[in-house]
């Protein structure tokens, strides 16, 4: 069983830099395809970026290319979020998620379970 706990979220100002975290607290991390996804205020939930099983891959929104680096931590079962050069509309609620049967995933309804979410706020 998969229960993903996210953590980290918090309030900067804009250009600040930021890590958030996800971990598993099941027992399938090392076979899985991880991703984060993130919802504005009244805004439909949107891919963020996503690694692959083997941590090897990555993909990511261009939104975020350049500035938000997706990384896997194998022995803590824990996936990372590094933002860097916040902007405003980075503010989110941003929720991890876990695919348990694709390589590397990129859209939502390929995602099996997911986190209850943490709030990044970046202000101007």
């Known amino acids: 069983q998969v229960r993903l706990v996210e953590s980290g979220g918090a309030l900067v100002k804009e250009g600040d830099s930021l890590t958030i975290s996800c971990t598993d607290h099941g027992t399938t991390f090392t076979n899985v395809a991880m991703g984060w996804f993130r919802q504005p205020l009244g805004k439909a939930r949107e891919f963020v970026a996503a690694i692959s099983t083997g941590g090897l891959s990555r993909e990511y929104a261009d939104s975020v290319k350049g500035r938000f680096t997706i990384s896997k931590d194998f022995p803590k079962k824990t996936v990372y979020l590094q933002m860097n050069n916040l902007k405003t509309s980075d503010t989110a609620v941003y929720y991890c998620?876990?695919?348990?049967?694709?390589?590397?995933?990129?859209?939502?309804?390929?995602?099996?379970?997911w986190g209850q979410g943490t709030q990044v706020t970046v202000s101007s």
């Open positions: 998620a876990v695919s348990v049967h694709e390589q590397i995933a990129t859209r939502a309804s390929q995602f099996d379970y």
